[in-house]
């Protein structure tokens, strides 16, 4: 008996000791993230977006899942659709040559992942458009690329997006703003709005009529830990009990057992719940707040220090300082007052970030070598622009002023005080076409000429959390007066005797190109160009945008002789930096193998603690 009790011991001891180390082999063997080739996964996945926006397909999903009141409100602009080359040791490259897209997502999350009641199949919205973007990747890379879908919590996805290499992008997050700096968005493949859905237990449930009745000690609050509505609701209802919960059916079933009386998440999914619930007449949904957008989110690169060619690495963190600024001034409510002060304020501004955090305190450290550091160092930020461009940038009665003007210098007020150091804006004046001709070159820290991120222009430049927005329109001049007088749409534009006018490099020329095939389109390098061609009789009728095409009309004095009107969607403004460059030799995990499954040394250890255990 003793020596059966020692062996016993003996074990135990070693087993345990099997254990340790296959606890350190697997730790040690874990994947840390890839740093180098994210952006160019998440432009090819942008530019696959961009493929099935114009094809169709992004909105027959949405018909087919989403209620027509929800409203699409795209983050890009319309146009041409780039695909980039893979550098060999980066993230696409791995998507590549594996033949496996590793997408995160919540499941289950009706309408967007769940199981057909049924047929038993797996089905939604965001299923068949992961689906449909690994199509379009297997056709533009020449190699079969399937979905591997991860299961998780938003905020276990968006943690292992950062530390690991287990996923690739997380798909099917709400746009998170600031509070997860590691994330990059693509382009919005769909658009949610935040909602609260309250039960008949409570007497609030007849009387209620805004979200900020809920803040209330005796109101208790269900929200998904890590999101939009979390976030919105220890900003906006401090006083209310919060329960922020990880798994989507444990919040659902905070108010089905009556533990809590309201729940705080985005539209279409309070409904896609309610739809399967025996009483839904218990409960009532009403939508707050502004739009928000669906995207797919990669991990952003982390580049060396040093870098050959311009100054390519540190971009990203001067976007970052920017948005947090911009966050700040938001809070501040600076940002509606510069707008309404330069008549800017129609179209109504689309955020894409989401409501405003805390002000920041903390601000992205400036890596040697990069783009920040020599902002701070030189104590000015280099910025593009057109000029003139009404209402962004213009000459006003005394000096030069508008949204563009006003908003950086307050930006560069905020990022003196952040660094202590005095920074100012300089204007290095440019052609759109030349803003974004040269991403290596040197020319300007930040691009600001009232534009909007597009599937193109997502290959080689990063965008801030919006501030503005714009929608496109057409002006009709004096030129072909029956025209102007008979044109009800931009599509009485495409006739062979109409000349319209675009400014080269934009998306708007893009547009002509495609649906005004018939008539003359006149490229111009410059917005002075552009007017005058249509104020002078040189043009039918121009493409651009309001507020840019309104300002015009409204400062020439004669808006009588002019047809104006509206087409296609809203779109939010942002700034620009070139995308860092990750140098090939970069030293930090450019070639992390893909955490698939368990390693194999994990594998021989789990075998010996079998057969130890079987001794």
Known sequence: ??????????????????????????????????????????????????????????????????????????????????????????????????????????????????????????????????????????????????????????????????????????????????????????????STQLSFMIKNTTRLFE???????????????????????????????????IFAVSSLTELYNLILNDTVMVVVRPEPFNSAWLMNQTDPSAYKIMNFGDPSFQAVFTRKDACAATATRSIRTGNQELLDAVDRAL??????????????????????????????????????????????????????????????????????????GGVDVDLLNEIARVLSAAYSKTITITWVETTLTNLFADPNADQFDLIAAGIGNSYSRFKDFSFSCSYASLQPSYVIGTKNTTLRDTATSVSDLN???????????????????????????????????????????TFDAILRQDPNNAFWVAASGASADYNTGLYGNVFPISFGVRRDLCPVSAPVATTAPRANSASPIVHSALIVIVAGLMA
């Open 327 to 400: 966050n700040n001034i938001r809070n501040a409510n600076y940002l509606n007052a510069i707008l309404a002060a330069n008549n800017a304020t129609s179209p109504a501004h689309i955020p894409t970030c989401g409501a405003p955090v805390a002000n920041f305190t903390q601000w992205p450290t400036p890596s040697t070598g990069g783009t920040l550091a020599a902002v701070i160092a030189a104590g000015t930020i280099r910025v593009g622009r057109t000029f003139p461009n009404a209402p962004f940038s213009y000459q006003q009665a005394t000096s030069v």
């Open 1 to 190: 008996q003793r020596f059966n009790l020692q062996h016993h011991f003996d074990k135990m001891r070693w087993i345990a000791a099997a254990l340790f180390v296959a606890v350190l082999v697997s730790r040690a063997m874990s994947a840390p993230a890839l740093t180098n080739g994210n952006g160019e996964l998440l432009a090819a996945i942008n530019a696959a977006i961009g493929q099935l926006n114009a094809d169709g397909t992004l909105s027959s999903l949405r018909s087919n899942y989403y209620p027509p009141e929800l409203t699409f409100r795209p983050s890009c602009l319309d146009g041409s659709v780039v695909y980039p080359s893979a550098s060999a040791t980066g993230a696409l490259a791995q998507v590549i040559s594996s033949g496996s897209l590793r997408l995160g997502r919540q499941f289950p999350n009706p309408p967007n992942n769940y199981i057909n009641s049924t047929s038993g199949a797996y089905t939604g919205f965001e299923y068949e458009l992961g689906l449909a973007i690994a199509s379009k990747l297997s056709a533009q890379y020449s190699k079969t690329i399937t979905v591997q879908w991860v299961d998780g919590s938003l905020a276990t996805l968006a943690t292992n997006l950062r530390d690991t290499n287990d996923l690739d992008a997380i798909l099917g997050s709400a746009v998170i703003g600031l509070t997860r700096t590691w994330m990059t968005p693509s382009c919005s493949y769909a």
């Open 207 to 241: 009387t209620i009529t805004s979200e900020l009745q809920l803040n209330d000690p005796l109101v208790k609050v269900a929200v998904s830990a890590g999101t939009l509505g979390d976030t919105w609701a220890r900003a906006n209802i401090p006083n209310a009990q």
């Open 495 to 537: 006739v062979a005797s109409a000349t319209v006018g675009v400014l080269a490099g934009s998306t708007t020329a893009a547009y002509a190109n495609n649906n005004l095939p018939l008539a003359t389109r006149v490229l111009v390098a410059t917005t002075s160009e552009l007017y005058q061609g249509v104020s002078n009789g």
